[in-house]
Nanobody, 125 residues
Framework: QVQLVESGGGLVQAGGSLRLSCATS????????MGWFRQAPGQEREFVSA????????HYSDSVKGRFTISRVNAENTVNLQMNSLKPEDTAVYYC??????????????????WGQGTQVTVSS
């Protein structure tokens, strides 16, 4: 069973930055692709970003491209999401997720079997 624990959420003013971290129980990182999703109140959960096992292939939603950066440190079993130039519309619960595989051969937004509990990000205007 893969366990994922997010941290780093909080309240920040528009234009500010936050860094989310996801601690994983994965001991074989080459077997897992990692992603971040978010869900705002009253809305469906949406894809934010994903990264392959080695970190050299990343994907972003159009709404965060150029502002967010995903990275992973396999030796530390962590996946990070650096969020810059935050906007009020980025307010949501952010979830870390994992799926089997080393590289993205299909849709990076789908197929995640393991999820964390989420961390709240609130951006004030």
């Amino acid at each position: 069973q893969v366990q994922l624990v997010e941290s780093g959420g909080g309240l920040v003013q528009a234009g500010g930055s936050l860094r989310l971290s996801c601690a994983t129980s994965v001991r074989t990182p080459y077997r897992f692709l990692m992603g971040w999703f978010r869900q705002a109140p009253g809305q469906e959960r949406e894809f934010v970003s994903a990264i392959n096992w080695s970190g050299d292939s990343t994907h972003y939603s159009d709404s965060v491209k150029g502002r967010f950066t995903i990275s992973r440190v396999n030796a530390e079993n962590t996946v990070n999401l650096q969020m810059n130039s935050l906007k009020p519309e980025d307010t949501a619960v952010y979830y870390c997720a994992a799926r089997g595989g080393a590289n993205f051969y299909n849709d990076p937004k789908k197929g995640y079997a393991h999820w964390g509990q989420g961390t709240q990000v609130t951006v004030s205007s």
